[in-house]
């Protein structure tokens, strides 16, 4: 069940629910806007020949107030918000229609974990054949919560809790392993 703007506005209220900060026009009808910090980081690829899902990825570091993103060009930003969400809710993250209109897409794995607390990473992407000058302080992407049917047995503790800046890619530290010459029989 995707929760309405009186349940949202009850938890906030209640503390069940942290986003901070928060003023009245960023509850929506059935979502919460988030504004874009001032935090970015870009990939070096003028230090590494390529990404692998099992080495650190290289990233510049940029804060400033307002960034251009360059054509057909990616980017990590962070949310000014800092959320803590309950173990009985979850969220995705969405890009606001107009922010999409303009060719950029916002996206971070569209998910947020129960139990999950800290600033969302957003992966940015402009699509478009002309520059997108972004600015701090302006609401770029929204959280729809839903409830879940019962709390979650592990809550999210992962790596990236608690982060308050934008986070670049963590997955050489997971510790799964391929199964490699593996045949079905």
């Known amino acids: 069940m995707i929760l309405s703007d009186k349940t949202l506005l009850k938890m906030i209220e209640t503390g069940e629910l942290k986003v901070s900060p928060i003023d009245d026009n960023s509850i929506q009808p059935a979502s919460i806007d ?6 970015f980081l870009m990939v070096e690829d003028n230090q590494m020949d390529s990404i692998s899902l ?20 990616f980017l990590l930003a962070t949310t ?9 809710l979850t969220a995705f993250v969405e890009g606001r ?15 947020v974990d129960p139990g999950f607390e800290g600033r969302i990473t957003l992966e940015l992407f402009n699509a478009s054949s002309l520059p997108i000058k972004l600015e701090a302080g302006k ?20 790596k990236y809790q608690g982060q308050r800046m934008t986070t ?7 510790k799964d392993r391929n199964h490699v010459g593996l045949r079905a029989a």
């Open 97 to 111: 229609s107009s922010v999409g209109r303009m060719g950029l897409f916002i996206q971070n794995a569209g998910w």
């Open 54 to 73: 099992d080495t650190e990825i290289k990233y510049r570091e940029i804060e400033a107030e307002t960034f251009v993103i360059p054509p057909h060009s």
């Open 34 to 39: 988030c504004r874009l910090g001032d935090h």
């Open 168 to 174: 670049g890619s963590r997955i050489h530290k997971d």
């Open 80 to 88: 000014q918000e800092y959320i803590s969400i309950p173990d009985n």
């Open 139 to 158: 609401r770029i992407c929204q959280l729809v919560f839903c409830k879940m049917d019962n709390k979650a047995i592990k809550p999210y503790q992962g």
